[in-house]
């Protein structure tokens, strides 16, 4: 059974620091690019970084956060710095199968699985 279980979330204040875990099993992580989304209220869901060997990020997040992954561990993280209230959302990280070509994928709908979410909320 996949199972994608994030943690880490909860209140931060402005400028302050959160990091997410996603623990994964049921998969073969190494064989997956994993992603972290997030979506505000009355928003869409938003890609906002992703780790395949190569990491990529939101220009929105850019230099402020973080991914990084153990494959030892089965886990994902998102390091979460200078935090901004315009970062309150769900955290939600992903799993997509990799069989080649490119890495970079921000589309949620390429994604196969997907954790539960974790609030984030920053105070101004």
């Known amino acids: 059974q996949v199972q994608l279980v994030e943690s880490g979330g909860g209140l931060a204040q402005a400028g302050g620091s959160l990091r997410l875990s996603c623990a994964t099993s049921?998969?073969?992580?190494?064989?997956?690019?994993m992603g972290w989304f997030r979506q505000a209220p009355g928003k869409e869901r938003e890609f906002v970084a992703l780790?395949?060997?190569?990491?990529y990020y939101a220009d929105a997040v850019k230099g402020r956060f973080t991914i990084s992954r153990d494959n030892a561990k089965n886990t994902v993280y998102l390091q979460m710095n200078s935090l901004q209230p315009e970062d309150t959302a769900v955290y939600y990280c992903?799993?997509?199968?990799?069989?080649?070509?490119?890495?970079?994928?921000?589309?949620?709908?390429?994604?196969?699985?997907w954790g539960q979410g974790t609030q984030v909320t920053v105070s101004s």
């Open positions: 780790h395949g060997g190569i990491t």
């Open positions: 992903a799993a997509r199968i990799y069989r080649g070509g490119r890495v970079v994928v921000t589309t949620r709908e390429d994604y196969n699985y």
């Open positions: 049921g998969f073969t992580f190494t064989s997956y690019v």
